[in-house]
T-cell receptor, first 114, second 114 residues
Framework: EAQVTQNPRYLITVTGKKLTVTCSQNMNHEYMSWYRQDPGLGLRQIYYSMNVEVTDKGDVPEGYKVSRKEKRNFPLILESPSPNQTSLYFC?????????????FGQGTRLTVV | AQSVTQLGSHVSVSEGALVLLRCNYSSSVPPYLFWYVQYPNQGLQLLLKYTTGATLVKGINGFEAEFKKSETSFHLTKPSAHMSDAAEYFCAVSKLGNDYKLSFGAGTTVTVRA
């Protein structure tokens, strides 16, 4: 089954404690992105990657890092989480630009930073 | 920068009634346009998209949307609501030639009354 898998689904952590949210896709997609969803703001892109070792900032990259060492994986790293990073996070992948292909989304990771 | 405006954060309809969700975009060049649906505790699923060609686009689950360039709108409709249509709906755009990023509206939550 084609899918984008995020882990964990739920996470409560304390301010400053480094964490990683993993994202893996089994569709051999080149494009991958991370979004955060906040009430009243919709989804905003954090980082994206167009291929292995190719990443770039989205609209709200501050406080986040990513890496793309393998095509299937695109982890999101919070080096020093803060309460304003409490949000619902989604990973997405597509085989090409979203104008030509469908973007597939993971089920989300709900992060709470206290 | 592109922006997407969804009018109405909450819409309540009776089962069997018309569903109308409004979306306007701001862009000097018509972008790619999308509607996504998010069911509770799930990721986003593509309902339909407009890239080029026919301006009336049919999607899954009986939804359709019409691209109106003169009004910079891409409203979503369904003639007869079902209980299963209760979800959050997001309008999104991407830029021609730069379609690795989706810009989302704030979302509209639909409730369906029996």
């Amino acid at each position: 089954e084609a899918q984008v898998t995020q882990n964990p689904r739920y996470l409560i952590t304390v301010t400053g404690k480094k964490l990683t949210v993993t994202c893996s896709q089994n569709m051999n997609h080149e494009y991958m992105s991370w979004y955060r969803q906040d009430p009243g703001l919709g989804l905003r892109q954090i980082y994206y990657s167009m291929n292995v070792e190719v990443t770039d900032k989205g609209d709200v990259p501050e406080g986040y890092k990513v890496s793309r060492k393998e095509k299937r994986n695109f982890p999101l790293i919070l080096e020093s989480p803060s309460p304003n990073q409490t949000s619902l996070y989604f990973c997405a992948s597509s085989s090409a630009g979203v104008g030509n292909t469908e973007a597939f989304f993971g089920q989300g990771t709900r992060l709470t930073v206290v | 920068a592109q922006s997407v405006t969804q009018l109405g954060s909450h819409v309540s309809v009776s089962e069997g009634a018309l569903v109308l969700l409004r979306c306007n975009y701001s862009s000097s060049v018509p972008p790619y346009l999308f509607w996504y649906v998010q069911y509770p505790n799930q990721g986003l699923q593509l309902l339909l998209k407009y890239t080029t060609g026919a301006t009336l686009v049919k999607g899954i689950n009986g939804f359709e949307a019409e691209f109106k360039k003169s009004e910079t709108s891409f409203h979503l409709t369904k003639p007869s609501a079902h209980m299963s249509d209760a979800a959050e709906y997001f309008c999104a755009v991407s830029k021609l030639g730069n379609d690795y990023k989706l810009s989302f509206g704030a979302g509209t939550t639909v409730t369906v009354r029996a």
